[in-house]
């Protein structure tokens, strides 16, 4: 399995757009900024649509952009994603937007360029379903939701 992939990427607000970078070399997902003209608070409860003023060109219908929330935000302010995961398809060329939730009891300050969430690159698997009357036998069975324990 190839370490990269070649993603297309244009600038779609502004030539002086800083492009997404991973934070670390074992990063797994780039961090997506605000492109936003000025900030922009974020109540309680509230969801907002923020845009990174980036669209990207996937290689192949076989990989996929998933957009996530970035922790630091979600354990200090509660911030997360609308969504839970963005899913950016592979024949999408329009501009990546964040559905962010401000799920905490504070209003927070989302300012321009801030790092507001994270795209991971992963491989896409399309799915031939096969009917069948009975499925195979496994120790844990039909059990779900912490039938493993806590």
């Known amino acids: 399995m190839p370490d990269s992939i070649r993603v297309k990427i244009k600038k779609m607000t502004s030539d002086s757009l800083v492009l997404p970078t991973y ?6 997902g780039v961090d997506l900024c605000a492109e ?3 900030p ?3 109540n309680p409860g509230e969801n907002v649509k923020i845009p990174t003023g980036l669209a990207i060109e996937l290689p ?4 996929v952009a998933l957009v996530f929330a970035r922790s630091g935000l ?8 609308t969504n839970g ?3 950016i398809d592979s024949d999408y060329r329009g501009e990546i937007q964040i559905l962010l939730h401000n799920s905490g009891d504070q209003p927070v300050v989302i300012n321009p360029g801030d790092r507001i969430a994270q795209m991971v690159f ?3 698997y399309r799915a031939l379903f096969e009917e069948v009357t009975e499925l195979q036998d496994t120790d844990r069975g039909t059990g779900g939701f912490g039938s493993t324990g806590i």
């Open 23 to 28: 934070a670390t070399t074992a990063s797994a």
């Open 36 to 38: 936003l003209k000025s």
């Open 40 to 42: 922009l608070i974020l």
């Open 60 to 63: 192949s219908q076989h990989v």
């Open 74 to 81: 979600a354990n200090r302010h509660g911030i997360g994603l």
């Open 85 to 87: 995961v963005g899913v």
């Open 122 to 124: 992963m491989p896409v």
